[in-house]
């Protein structure tokens, strides 16, 4: 796959707000599918807007955002091929750590149950994954939603702000784990944060 951006500019931005941005107003912007991308930008700049766009949840945008892969429709094509950590990570409270995986793995059938448990079991303390998220810090939410965007197939990762309540040594910890999912797909990376972080082997940086 391959996602191209074509003077791409958030509705809400004025063009003197996007001035000297990477991505944003850009005549061709370009994400390969192999390749790992991070996305720097200031709170309030458009860092989870170029995700929600790419991903389709979102319209409200100038200019165009193109699939270079097959013939069916785009947003088709999003949802089938791209899997999406999002910043406020879509939880349910009530279930449990494993429960809020399996609830979608039930629909990709990509992981078996205890190939998800030993996922868990890398970035959380065992007992927590049977615990309700409404009783798990934010650090730890952030990472059974990271556990939760690996179970299915994809072409692209996208990440928006994925360590922003993990410590240091935790965020290794999930970094490694996605690294190998995403070495293992064949697959592009794309991570927004508000500075740059070195938990990744980027391929590119860019600014917004």
């Known amino acids: 796959m391959l996602i191209e ?3 791409l500019k958030p509705q809400y931005m004025s063009e003197s707000e996007v001035a000297g941005s990477d991505i944003y107003l850009q005549p061709s912007v370009r994400f390969e599918q192999g390749h790992r991308y991070m996305v720097c930008a200031r709170s309030g700049h458009g860092k989870t807007s170029l995700l929600n766009f790419i991903y389709g949840s979102s319209s409200h945008y100038d200019g165009t955002v193109r699939f270079h892969d097959d013939d069916s ?24 750590a494993l429960e809020n995986i399996l609830i979608k793995n039930n629909l990709t059938e990509f992981k078996s149950t205890a190939q998800i448990e030993a996922m868990l079991d890398r970035v959380l303390a065992p007992e927590k994954k049977h615990q309700p998220v409404a009783t798990l810090s934010l650090g730890q939410r952030q990472r059974v939603a990271a556990v939760r965007a690996l179970c299915q197939p994809f072409e692209f990762l996208l990440m928006d702000e994925p360590f922003s309540h993990i410590d240091h040594e935790s965020a290794q910890a999930v970094a490694a784990l996605v690294l190998s999912e995403v070495e293992a797909q ?23």
């Open 5 to 7: 951006l074509n003077n």
């Open 73 to 96: 429709t785009p947003l088709e094509r999003r949802r089938r091929k791209l899997s999406y950590l999002f910043q406020d990570l879509r939880l349910f409270p009530e279930l449990t």
């Open 186 to 208: 064949g697959a592009g990376l794309i991570v927004t944060a508000l500075d740059p972080i070195d938990l990744f082997p980027f391929d590119t940086t860019l600014n917004l």
